[in-house]
């Protein structure tokens, strides 16, 4: 005959794993390094800075 299985700790197992995976699914879906936000938002502001440079002065009518 096999042990007793204490229903309580098996389920709060099971949720600990659920949350688990749904933490490592969030880190893989949101989480970037403070160094790659900051690139990110350098990359953005010199492609801002760019299109910005070649736009073209034309006089109002």
């Known amino acids: ?5 204490n229903l309580n700790k098996f389920r709060k ?7 688990q995976t749904q ?3 969030n880190a893989a879906k949101f ?3 403070k160094a790659e936000k ?3 938002a350098q990359t953005t ?3 801002v800075r ?4 070649h736009k ?3 006089p109002k009518s």
Do not use: I, Y
């Open 23 to 25: 933490a490592d699914a």
């Open 50 to 53: 760019l299109l910005d440079g």
């Open 13 to 19: 197992a099971t949720a600990r794993g659920e949350k």
């Open 31 to 33: 989480g970037r390094t």
């Open 45 to 47: 502001n010199d492609v």
């Open 38 to 40: 900051d690139q990110q």
């Open 56 to 58: 073209l002065d034309t």
């Open 1 to 5: 005959m096999s042990e007793p299985v």
